[in-house]
């Protein structure tokens, strides 16, 4: 189950000051980054200053050193000011003399320390061009070197990747029809989406939007991209209405149906949600009607990146749709720290506004009418229905979602949050849930720093209650990108199932993706690979078909252009069935007590246990052991 973070903010800092050295050190420092990134407004002053700070517990010393140049006009006051988180203004607590560096020290009341070790005081230095303050700076912890110490563990289970196709540019998703379990449809980042028959990798082109999206390239042709054809999911009832549905990036097309953009500014492109219809849905031959494109819902993305963009039907029957925070850095309006501005994301951010749809999981039904627009419907059971908030969102608070899933047996929906500087995440995500961002990013707390690189922090800092913490999480000694995946449900690796399976894009960005089970305990473990000591490619999505089997997506690039994407199957060692890598006495054993039976040893998947396998296993034996 998630962990949800009980205890209120106020607690929490109360319990840290009581204990004192117990919980932390007893002199404890702080980081302060000034710009004008983040006054309330946000300027373009070029301004600009850094701070240090400590906090002695035993006699609630305060100190500071301050330095700042670049203001646009003299100095006219400077102040700590608080209680405040980011985005909001408070009245002053100390006041400043004028000029740079600012040395002092003062005792704070208990109060007062509760709020600094909180993150809820801030400097502020104001000018006479700029009198309600030029550069502002929250009072912060320092960033942690090493979030999670030790690294991802070895498992147990022994895995192989198995060609099914070649050929292909960004494969990024992988489903099946229902009612159609010889095929696995393939999204292709460039617009393509592929049936791809499993009995040999013959493919073909089911569908093609191509032609709909933005250029693909962010920094120019044959460069990476986050837009494109990023999800489909076809319609539970697909066989008898032959409906499936796409997320597309769009260029601008007539107004959004939501928006983040302030007045008079572009967004970068529009994600697009569209039905379409197959004529003969039983017809092996039939692909989709290219006339039958029926656009639902359309939504602004400010910036390239961070769209997450997959789409599932859950076990309702209803269509859910992960959408990323829009882009940009720390989820804020502002400037990144290589200084390009960012917009339509305000100041607390989209993942934690629930008044807008980016940085959420939206839950509708295609088929319904009763939304604004009239082209799909709201369930009444939607959290935000008839209260505060958007109707179509079912949980809120992620940065990228990418990739997400429904366990086939148990119905959890498991959620792949892309992190920003520090931490990847997996989620089990409930009805309503706040996963965090951007107050926090994983576990840890996240600091928002300025122009600067935002970062984490293990001290509780003031956040709303209810935050529910991830399931698991690694930090970026590991990996850049978490590519989320599937519970394995299949019957080809028998010590696999019921475990969730998922990804990391590359940790260098250099085609040194990587592949992880959760064990026990929900435990991060990588796969040992059979005949292979590494994948060796740009992990980009996951499959399952008809049978619970699991496909890994991937190229040779990481980007959207080329030829060298692959579909592989999640397969073991022929004749190993115990995973352990080795064909051997204890799989003969598995086989012979499965023998003439429906399932424990059925190696050719005939639907039996019997003297077909016994020959693949005997073929094998010895393979892979010592």
Not at 70 to 76: K, M, Q, R, S
Not at 287 to 294: K, L, N, Q
């Amino acid at each position: 189950m998630p962990r949800v973070l009980n205890l209120s903010s106020a607690m929490v800092i109360a319990l840290a000051v009581v204990s004192g050295g117990a919980a932390m050190a007893q002199v404890v420092p702080f980081t302060i980054v000034l710009d004008g990134a983040q006054e309330v407004p946000p300027n373009d002053s070029p301004g600009s200053g850094v701070g240090t700070a400590t906090l002695d517990l035993g006699n609630n010393l305060f100190s500071w050193n301050i330095t700042f140049s670049g203001l646009v006009a003299p100095e006219v006051a400077a102040h700590f000011h608080g209680p405040a988180v980011m985005c909001q203004a408070a009245g002053v607590q100390i006041g400043l003399p004028f000029g740079s560096p600012k040395v002092g020290s003062q005792i704070l009341t208990a109060t007062q320390v509760a709020q600094v070790l909180s993150g809820q005081w801030y400097v502020n230095i104001h000018s006479s061009a700029f009198p309600g303050g030029e550069i502002r700076g929250q009072v912060m912890p320092a960033a942690l070197d090493d979030p999670i110490p030790g690294g991802i563990a070895t498992g147990s289970i022994h895995v192989k990747l198995q060609p099914v196709a070649s050929g292909l540019t960004a494969p990024n998703w992988g489903t099946t029809a229902p009612g159609d379990a010889s095929r696995l449809f393939v999204v292709d980042q460039d617009g393509k989406l592929w049936a791809i028959r499993l009995s040999d990798g013959a493919k073909r082109v089911f569908l093609d939007v191509s032609g709909l999206l933005v250029p693909l390239g962010a920094f120019g042709p044959g460069t990476f991209d986050e837009r494109g054809f990023l999800g489909v999911a076809f319609h539970p009832n697909y066989q008898s209405n032959g409906l499936l549905y796409t997320y597309t990036s769009q260029p601008l097309s007539g107004p959004a149906d939501f928006s983040t953009m302030p007045i008079g500014q572009n967004a970068n492109h529009q994600a697009v949600i569209t039905e379409w219809h197959v004529p003969d849905p039983g017809d092996p031959d039939s692909v989709v009607d290219p006339g039958s494109a029926r656009v639902l819902l359309r939504i602004d993305e400010p910036q390239f990146n961070h769209n997450a963009g997959c789409l599932n039907f859950g076990p309702d029957g209803l269509l859910y749709i992960a959408l990323g925070d829009g882009g940009g850095a720390d989820d804020k309006d502002g400037q990144n720290f290589i200084g390009q501005p960012i917009i339509g994301h305000g100041c607390i951010g989209n993942g934690a506004d629930n008044t807008n749809v980016l940085g959420d999981i939206l839950r509708i039904d295609p088929l319904g009418n009763n939304s604004t627009n009239g082209q799909y419907g709201i369930p009444a059971d939607n959290p935000f229905v008839n209260g505060p908030g958007v109707d179509e969102i079912y949980a809120m608070g992620f940065r990228n979602p990418f990739r997400f899933s429904f366990d086939s047996a148990t119905g959890d929906l498991y959620v792949g949050d892309v992190g920003q500087n520090d931490i990847e995440e997996i989620n089990v995500v409930v009805k309503g849930g706040h996963y965090g961002w951007n107050h926090k990013e994983g576990s840890f707390f996240f600091v928002p720093n300025g122009k600067l690189a935002g970062y984490v922090t293990d001290r509780p800092l003031s956040v709303p209650g209810g935050l529910i913490d991830p399931i698991a999480q690694y930090d970026h000694d590991e990996g850049i990108s978490v590519i989320g995946g599937f519970v394995y449900r299949g019957n080809r690796i028998a010590p696999l199932r019921g475990r969730y399976v998922f990804g990391e894009f590359a940790v260098q960005f250099d085609n040194d993706g990587r592949l992880f089970p959760l064990g026990d305990g929900n435990q991060i473990l990588e796969f040992p690979l059979v005949d292979q000591a590494v994948v060796g490619l740009s992990i980009l999505g996951f499959g399952q078909d008809g049978k619970g089997e699991l496909y890994l997506m991937a190229n040779s690039t990481g980007i959207p252009f080329g030829n060298t994407g692959v579909v592989l199957r999640i397969t073991l060692r022929a004749g190993d069935l115990d995973g352990d890598g080795c064909v051997g006495q204890s799989d003969l054993g598995i086989l012979l007590a499965a023998f003439n039976s429906t399932s424990g040893g059925d190696l050719d998947e005939d639907g039996d246990t019997d003297q077909s396998d016994l020959g693949i296993l005997l073929a094998n034996f010895g393979a892979g052991c010592p």
